[in-house]
């Protein structure tokens, strides 16, 4: 198949005709200029005749055509234009040089074109576009992968010795996307070069802010370096700061306008540890730094009514929490856990729901209704100071072991539960934990006795509130509770 178009240049583009002339090489029915250059194709030396065939030539002869210059732009098939590398093959790409042509032709022919008819002069041809696929091509590729290779086509607007292979180093290819590996360079001439890649890997960011008790490290999930305050690694009694150190940061938290050990900003128990520092502060209201007991008024004056084990007293029910030992299935001899015999259960032995009768102060539900189900009163109140891995009535789980522990029972010497002890049964007493007020622990939440997160969470998960890191103050009106700044009751 034989064919030729012809075109007027673009605004700027050299003057004159250009005429596509070729055989036995199909094209897209539309062409269009664009300024790249193909790779691996070399342009043919200025000099070189190319014999051109016209479908006038078997009365005329063919019209011989001079290369008078470089390459200067390349034509493509308008199906080229979506979206393809236009590096990649050269596949239906026609490289345009200045000529000169001569030779019998006729004085004027047409030529298809997709704007109309053109006419053109074939001896006045001042461009030769010829298939790519007629074209010398060298292999230039270096066999290393972050640089783009291709032949010199363009000396003037490349910057390129004519002829020869062009290897332009691509950053952008060695690039990993992770901060903490530092920027990888593309530069195979370097020694330390990956010999495969070519790539430079780059140092590392310096992540040391200069504050001891912090400590530093680069984070790719959070984009940078990142400066966790330690209070542990400060002197007893200070806390630390991540801008300013190790010192005396703690501000008072009050409850119910008391201030108690848990929020008076005292070492209490001579352990180094401060209020919500301390692993066994599980909020404002806890008077008690020492062990799990909470230490507050009403505690011991009804045995086996519960209220909210979390706030400022202890009773029955005046936060709208409503339980009894006596509804805990745990409550059997011979150990009667977790509030001792004068608890005892009076249901079946071992079936969830509770069925026991248990006569409770200030209700007339039932043992069952208030295991599944507790006021929205209760959950407002209640809930935002109730431990994760707990219930509302202090029956908490810890990874330690395998059964909840009410947080409330002792031993018949008075000792009661602590982080040290949670193994010893008559320290830590089993209970039931009461589903229609419970806290779970989470995967990415801070809970009793999990003070680490696991490797596949970031950071603490808080429900939309502020999490709270070892030695960072909560702001004013909150306190941090397993890992998150709760408002305080």
């Known amino acids: 198949m034989q064919a030729r178009r ?31 250059k193909v790779k691996g194709v070399e342009k043919l030396k200025p000099g070189t005749t190319h014999v051109v065939t016209t479908q006038f030539s078997e009365d005329l002869g063919p019209s011989n055509c001079e290369l008078k210059g470089q390459v200067k732009f390349f034509l493509t098939p308008a199906e080229k234009d979506g979206g393809d590398d236009p590096r990649g093959g050269p596949a239906g790409q026609f490289a ?34 010829l298939p790519v696929d007629t074209l010398v091509c060298g292999d230039c590729d270096d066999n290393t992968s972050c640089t783009l290779d291709y032949c010199c086509d363009d000396p003037v607007g490349l910057g390129c010795t004519p002829g020869e292979c062009v290897h332009e180093p691509q950053d952008a290819f060695c690039s990993d996307a992770d901060v903490c590996t530092g920027t990888e360079t593309c530069a195979p001439s370097d020694g330390n070069a990956d010999p495969s890649t070519g790539c430079v890997a780059g140092p590392p960011p310096t992540c040391d802010d200069g504050i001891a008790c912090t400590f530093d490290e680069c984070s790719e999930a959070e984009g940078g370096c990142t400066h966790s305050p330690d209070s542990g690694l400060c002197p007893c009694g200070q806390t630390c700061d991540p801008t300013a150190g190790c010192g ?4 008072p938290v009050t409850c119910g306008g008391l201030t108690v050990e848990c929020g008076d900003c005292a070492d209490n128990d001579g352990d180094c540890s401060i209020d919500s520092n ?22 011991g004056t009804t045995p086996c009514l519960a209220d909210c084990y ?61 295991y599944q189900t507790q006021s929205p009163t209760c959950a407002d109140v209640c809930g ?88 960072l103050p909560c702001p004013s009106g909150h306190y941090c509770i397993t890992g998150c700044c709760q408002p305080v009751p």
Request: with cysteine; charged share 20%.
């Open 248 to 251: 005396e940061f703690c501000e």
């Open 310 to 370: 979390f706030d400022d007293d202890s009773g029955s029910g005046n936060d709208d929490c409503v339980w009894s030992h006596e509804c805990d299935i745990l409550e059997v001899g011979p150990n009667y856990d977790p509030a001792g015999e004068g608890c005892a259960y009076s249901g079946t032995p071992g079936i969830l729901p509770p069925d026991s009768l248990a006569n409770i102060e200030g209700t007339s539900e039932s043992c069952s209704t208030l």
């Open 6 to 36: 012809c075109r007027q240049l673009p605004s700027g583009a050299l003057a004159g005709c250009l005429c596509l002339l070729f055989a036995t090489t199909a094209v897209a029915e539309r062409d269009h200029l664009l300024g790249y």
């Open 278 to 299: 301390d692993a066994h502060c599980l909020g404002p209201c806890d008077n008690n730094e020492n062990g799990y007991s909470f230490d507050i008024p009403g505690v």
């Open 384 to 471: 935002p100071v109730t431990p994760n891995g707990c219930d509302c009535f202090g029956c908490c789980s810890f990874p330690q072991i395998s059964h909840p522990v009410w947080l409330g029972s002792m031993d018949d010497a008075g000792n009661g539960c602590d982080l040290g002890h949670l193994s010893d049964p008559t320290r830590c007493r089993p209970c039931t934990q009461v589903p229609g007020c419970l806290n779970t622990c989470a995967d990415c939440e801070l809970c009793l006795g999990k003070t680490l997160l696991p490797a596949e969470c970031s950071e603490v998960a808080c429900n939309g509130l502020q999490p709270c890191e070892d030695g």
């Open 96 to 129: 345009c040089y200045p000529a000169r042509c001569s030779g019998p032709v006729p004085l004027e022919a047409d030529a298809d074109h997709q704007l109309g008819r053109e006419t053109y002069l074939p001896k006045k041809v001042r461009i030769l576009c």
